[in-house]
């Protein structure tokens, strides 16, 4: 009962989460374009990158809904902070960063806590179809929180001055209050040790659980082979959804219009919500085969190249549904099937480790943003220039899935 009460009370902050994005990157890109994006995107990632390590050590030593609700906490805290901001004026460029930045110190150590915490309320066969689930309350919030966001964007209800998104951040702020109060405790929490935190976090006791954590992905070569692909995907393929904001605020026939943005947002959060679903059903299927990921592979990279070739509406939307779909299909179950095969003791750290490709992904989402923002000789030509980043990325992405494809027959990976 106490997980189905999490469950829900994590998709109203999914849903927050899905207004939120919309609104933060609506408020980025309107006033400050492809260089702003680029900007937020390596605020978050830096921060992200350095501390997740140390972000899944927490989640090993200390008890885990503890500090995932301390982290919620914190989300909340800085969203108000915007919400202050955001009434008066659009913010200055700066500040968004320096919000990004925050935002990125304490994802580091919210998403390896999340994982291991989900992990460790059930037994390990139902790990990855539980994981599975909750993917799917991230997926759904966030289309329902891109269609709430399209009408929050658009009515001065509460506040005069709604234009950068007043509403929308005091929405965040109610809808993830609930989920401090229904974290629920582990089974078999870990209990905090004699030693000090203090010392449990000294640098040199830092330093050697990150090297157990390394010599323990050194000896197990599925898991190695699955980071792998893992790394791939992140590094070439999910840029083009942390970018989506681009596509949709300069696309030449859609216009720079709120709603069209958010239906976008809306159409990603829509795929991975139907990602989520297929995800759920193949975890509980048998003798699935590691070529899975590498098929999906080639889904995400066609999927997302036609949908910047097209120009109707509906074909952008559909094709963007099934760049969703792909994308969550894969990364999903790699990182909830890596979470099986670890040890127990292994898994936030090994969770901090999946984490940190998503801090390398930021990092490449925002280096393409600036390249695109270099290639775009006045604002007009930025959708050019996205569009021939993204399909760089993309296409390269799908040569190197196809040339992985004879290493992971041979590898023999299934689940």
Request: aromatic fraction near 12%.
């Amino acid at each position: 009962m106490k997980l189905k009460v999490f469950w829900l009370t994590y998709l109203f902050a999914s849903i927050a989460f899905g207004i939120y994005m919309v609104a933060f990157s609506w408020l980025t890109v309107k006033h400050y374009g492809a260089l702003g994006i680029s900007l937020i995107t390596l605020g978050f990632a830096i921060p992200q990158s350095l501390f997740v390590l140390i972000g899944g050590i927490a989640s090993d030593k200390i008890n885990k809904h503890i500090l995932f609700r301390i982290c919620q906490g914190s989300y909340i805290f800085l969203s108000l902070i915007l919400l202050a901001t955001c009434i008066k004026e659009a913010p200055p460029l700066w500040f968004l960063v320096a919000m990004s930045f925050a935002t990125g110190v304490v994802a580091a150590f919210s998403g390896p806590s999340k994982t291991s915490l989900i992990s460790a309320l059930v037994d390990r066969s139902m790990i990855t179809s539980t994981q599975q689930w909750f993917n799917l309350a991230s997926g759904l919030g966030i289309v329902l929180g891109s269609t709430i966001s399209s009408h929050l964007l658009s009515t001065h209800y509460l506040f005069n001055n709604n234009d950068d998104g007043a509403l929308s951040f005091l929405a965040y702020a109610i809808a993830m209050t609930p989920l401090l109060f229904c974290i629920p405790k582990p089974q078999e929490a870990i209990p905090l040790a004699s030693t000090s935190l203090e010392k449990k976090f000294h640098l040199q006791t830092v330093v050697l659980n990150i090297k157990e954590a390394l010599t323990y992905l050194n000896s197990e070569r599925s898991i190695r082979m699955l980071m792998s692909i893992l790394l791939m995907i992140f590094l070439l393929g999910t840029p083009f959804s942390y970018l989506l904001s681009i596509f949709a605020h300069d696309h030449p026939r859609m216009g720079n219009s709120s709603q069209f943005f958010s239906h976008l947002y809306a159409a990603l959060g829509a795929g991975n919500v139907l990602g989520s679903l297929l995800g759920i059903y193949l975890a509980k299927a048998v003798n699935k085969n590691a070529t899975l990921f590498i098929y999906l592979i080639l889904g995400l990279s066609c999927s997302a190249i036609i949908s910047m070739e097209i120009n109707t509406p509906v074909g952008i939307i559909f094709f963007i549904i099934l760049t969703g779909i792909c994308g969550t299909l894969s990364t999903n179950l790699l990182k909830d099937l890596i979470q099986s095969l670890c040890e127990n003791m292994m898994r936030g750290r090994i969770a901090a480790f999946t984490q940190l490709l998503v801090g390398l992904s930021s990092m490449s989402a925002g280096l393409a943003g600036f390249l695109i923002h270099y290639l775009s000789t006045n604002p007009h030509d930025s959708y050019g220039a996205y569009e021939d980043v993204q399909s760089f990325m993309l296409g390269l992405l799908a040569l190197l899935g196809l040339s992985y494809l004879p290493k992971v027959l041979k590898a023999k990976i299934e689940f």
